[in-house]
């Protein structure tokens, strides 16, 4: 195994693997932990071609950059949906670069994850985790995804997922937590509270925690979109990736996978990272308009439930990947969210949840605003499905007109449209 510690985003004191478990003793949860690989030992064990030609189409073919055991890693196979996370589809969407006069703009596609988002990378690699932990309960909060990803990881291993979700997350939602058969609590309070409340309840009941960013091992999972679109794209880095943002953890997440790539020396430069946020929940944007390295709590309103955030969980790395990759914030409001769903499901064929469409709507408003150059090579992350949350569609498409059944008078109704 390469992973050879921890340092603390805020004190940058380092750590030992088995020295600390979550977050950084003398920091607390303001110190989340980047996890630290031997780079020396990996650059000469590994060979980008031969892992370029793994046959696993899922995130297993990074095996060896992942801070996971061998023996632990041994339990994804056979274990059901953990064996097929990742390797999304990643695809070009045409009309959209036409459209914005870009050279290409590609989609990516993880709400074609077994539970159908992005946090199944985080919760298929921290479920492994908690096994090599010995745990047999792992808990999270979560504004939906992040449990329904957990519990149907937990499903798949055989392991009990207590979640504490906040009460108003989308039914589809709560109804994937319930049927994967963990035990869910449905917070009366926000999801910010819910994470504070998990933690709480980890400590008490020796559970282990998966909460987003206070779990190390998050980032580690979501990194391996990175090196999804350094093979997808033929060996490179995109030019810019359009990542929404709530924790922060997704693009702290990328921007470790392609700084994996530049240690490995497979890529000579990071793209730019765009950071997207809902104007209602915009407390990484707000930060980064003020120069400042960490956010400060805000009240978070947005129809994107998934980035309904006031109190960013991996703000100081969040800050820093759009910092040093000379990106951006960017907010975008809620209606340009349920336009950018519709614009991307009728212009690429992805049906994305409100989260991922503002990614979209991000894109939209860059290109419009002129932040994107007519040359470069951009990336959407689509990162959650559009079925997860159909009422948010239906807001932004209006209903569908009812018919009578009856042929003469259907074609009545259609010869007046038609
Ligand atoms: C969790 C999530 C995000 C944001 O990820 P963070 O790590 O919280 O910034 C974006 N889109 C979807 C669909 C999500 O589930
Ligand atoms: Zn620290």
């Known amino acids: 195994m390469a992973f050879i510690g921890f340092r603390c985003g805020r004190c940058g004191a380092t750590y030992d693997p088995g020295e600390v478990r979550y977050v950084c003793p003398r920091d607390g949860a303001e110190g989340t932990l980047d996890v630290l690989y031997d780079y020396d030992r990996l650059r000469a064990a590994l060979d980008p071609e031969r892992l370029r030609a793994h046959p696993a189409r899922s995130i297993w073919r990074y095996a060896p950059l992942l801070p996971l055991r061998p023996k632990t890693l041994a339990r994804e196979e056979g274990a059901g949906p953990l064996q097929t996370v990742g390797w999304t589809p990643l695809?070009?969407?045409?009309?959209?670069?036409?459209?914005?006069?870009?050279?290409?703009?590609?989609?990516?596609?993880?709400?074609?994850?077994?539970?159908?988002?992005?946090?199944?990378?985080?919760?298929?690699?921290?479920?492994?985790?908690?096994?090599e932990e010995g745990a047999s309960v792992v808990t999270t909060a979560s504004s939906g995804n992040a449990a329904a990803a957990l519990a149907g990881m937990a499903a798949a291993l055989g392991l009990v997922a207590v979640i504490f979700v906040p009460h108003t997350a989308p039914p589809a939602k709560i109804a994937q937590l319930l049927i994967y058969g963990a035990r869910v609590y449905l917070v009366e309070g926000t999801y910010d509270e819910a994470f504070d409340l998990a933690i709480a309840a980890a400590e008490a009941f020796g559970w282990y925690c998966r909460n987003t960013a206070y779990n190390p091992f998050t980032r580690e999972g979501k990194?391996?979109?990175?090196?999804?679109?350094?093979?997808?794209?033929?060996?490179?880095?995109?030019?810019?990736?359009?990542?929404?943002?709530?924790?922060g953890n997704i693009l702290s997440g990328i921007w470790k996978g392609f700084r994996d790539l530049a240690a490995l020396g497979w890529i000579d430069r990071?793209?730019?990272?765009?950071?997207?946020?809902?104007?209602?929940?915009?407390?990484?944007?707000h930060a980064w308009a003020r120069g400042d390295p960490d956010a400060r709590p805000e009240p978070a309103q947005t129809i994107a439930d998934s980035i309904a955030v006031g109190r960013p969980r991996d703000a100081r790395f969040a800050l820093q990947a759009v910092r040093e990759t000379g990106g951006a914030f960017l907010t975008v409001q809620d209606e340009e969210i349920l336009q950018a769903m519709q614009t991307l499901a009728r212009e690429v064929g992805v049906f994305a949840e409100p989260s991922a469409a503002a990614a979209f709507a991000g894109l939209e408003k860059a290109a419009r605003e002129g932040m994107v150059g007519e040359e470069e090579e951009v990336v959407v992350m689509a990162t959650g499905n559009g079925l997860k949350d159909v009422s948010s569609a239906i807001r932004a498409t209006g209903e569908a007109p009812r018919i009578p059944a009856a042929i003469p008078e259907a074609l009545k109704h259609l010869r007046a449209e038609w």
């Open 270 to 285: 990071l793209p730019v990272l765009m950071g997207v946020q809902a104007e209602g929940a915009a407390a990484l944007a």
């Open 91 to 131: 695809y070009r969407a045409e009309r959209t670069a036409r459209r914005l006069g870009l050279r290409a703009v590609y989609v990516k596609d993880d709400g074609r994850n077994p539970t159908a988002s992005f946090k199944d990378r985080a919760s298929a690699v921290v479920a492994l985790k908690a096994i």
């Open 223 to 247: 990194k391996t979109a990175a090196y999804e679109l350094w093979e997808q794209l033929g060996g490179r880095a995109p030019d810019r990736v359009f990542v929404a943002v709530g924790d």
